[in-house]
Structure formats: C-alpha cells, structure tokens
C-alpha cells in the first residue's frame, strides 16, 4: 500500500511563474489536507479537500493560491506569480474520511529565485 | 479557532535520560492529539496519538498523557537514544477537520 505521493520532490521558479504542486492520497483515503512549512518553522493548514469540494480554506492566501482535489487524479496546489516569499517546503496529507490520522507525503521543496 | 502552545522549543538530553514535552491547546472541542517526529529534511510522521477519552497512551518508549481539564498533554520519550534526536511537534483536532500544530521541540540527544 503506497503511501501519500507528492511530486515533486524540488521545484525551482524564477518570479512570477507558476507553480504547480501534485498530491496523491494513500490508496482508499479520499481526504487531502495541504500544509505549509517555513524552515525550522511549524506546519502551518492551507487547506482541506475532498473529491470535487473544498472544505475548509482558511488558511489559504487570498490570492494567487488555489487547490483542487478533482474527481479522477491527483489534489493540485496551483501557485500563481510566485515570490520569493513563496519558498518553502509544501506538505500534503490524507486521511480515511472523517477518521483521525493523517499521514504525510515527502513533501514539494519550492524555491523561488 | 484553536491555538496550541508548545514548549520546550530546543531539549537537549543525555542518551538514557528521559525527555518531556509539553502541549497546552485552547478549544475544549479538540478530542484528537498526535503527535509527529519529523527529521531534517524529512516528511512530519506520526509516532503516537491519544483520543480524548483516554488519559495515558504507551507503545514501548513513548508515552503520551492528556488532561482534558487543564487542557495540555504532554509527550514522554524514556531511554532517550541519538536516532530520538529531531524535532517533535504537537497537533490538536477535532476530527475531519484541520490539525492545529504546536511550533515544535527541536530535540537532542548526547551520546
């Protein structure tokens, strides 16, 4: 049973492209939760998904980020016009429905030059 | 909405020795509490979680205990061993919803 999958690993973007960021939930688990963490910093929601709806976006920036979690692939985390400030590291999660756990991917590396 | 406060933000121990950390969150709706060990440059795993319903949780090294009244639960690592040594973080939820994560104890252990 594959665990969650991110791809990918490190994404370097000069200003103002864009980035797009790939998640792929444990197999069975229709729940995708995206984090973001600064470095040596906490995890900080961005947002949380189910197939087809956004549930709870509250930690999204109000522009230029946006998520989907489409009916048939992978959750996608869509950084418009990126800026330096962008640079991070970009967790997503998965869980089982409304069940406890959730479990990590490796991560997205996103550098900004 | 939910704060979670975590401290120490650096430990350091000699191996053997135990090491203890410790939560405070502030929504008494919270009934969730894990906890993740994440290594440099490494994905957050989960290493041991408590449900509200429970006051005290073992699996080998690792305790967790949590006082619903008070509102804090804390993380304990007996026989402390180099490869314990990473930063540990909090988290607090209801379930179906977001984690809220402390900001973390870098820890580290001496041999």
């Known amino acids: 049973n594959a665990g969650v999958m991110q791809n990918p690993r490190h994404l370097v973007r000069r200003r103002g492209q864009e980035a797009r960021l790939r998640c792929s939930p444990m197999k069975g688990h229709s729940h995708v939760y995206w984090y973001r963490q600064l470095p040596e910093e906490g995890l900080k929601f961005m947002v949380y998904?189910?197939?087809?709806?956004?549930?709870?976006e509250s930690g999204m920036p109000k522009e230029r980020f946006s998520a989907e979690f489409p009916k048939e692939g992978p959750s996608i985390l869509r950084i418009q016009q990126v800026v330096r400030g962008d640079s991070a590291a970009y967790f997503c999660?998965?869980?089982?429905?409304?069940?406890?756990?959730?479990?990590f991917g490796p991560g997205t590396r996103l550098t900004v030059t | 909405g939910e704060n979670v406060e975590q401290h120490p933000s650096t430990l350091s121990v000699q191996e053997g020795d135990s090491a203890v950390i410790k939560c405070t969150y502030s929504d008494s709706a919270s009934n969730y509490f894990p906890w993740y060990k994440q290594e440099l440059g490494k994905r957050p795993q989960l290493i041991i979680d408590i449900r509200s319903n429970v006051g005290e949780k073992k699996d080998q090294r690792i305790a967790v205990t949590l006082n619903k009244t008070a509102k804090h639960f804390s993380l304990h690592i007996t026989e402390t061993q180099p490869e314990d040594s990473a930063v540990y973080f909090c988290?607090?939820?209801?379930?179906?919803?977001?984690?809220?994560f402390g900001t973390g104890t870098s820890l580290t252990v001496i041999p």
């Open positions: 988290a607090a939820s209801i379930p179906g919803n977001q984690f809220y």
């Open positions: 998904l189910q197939k087809e709806n956004i549930i709870d």
């Open positions: 999660a998965s869980s089982e429905g409304h069940s406890y756990e959730q479990y």
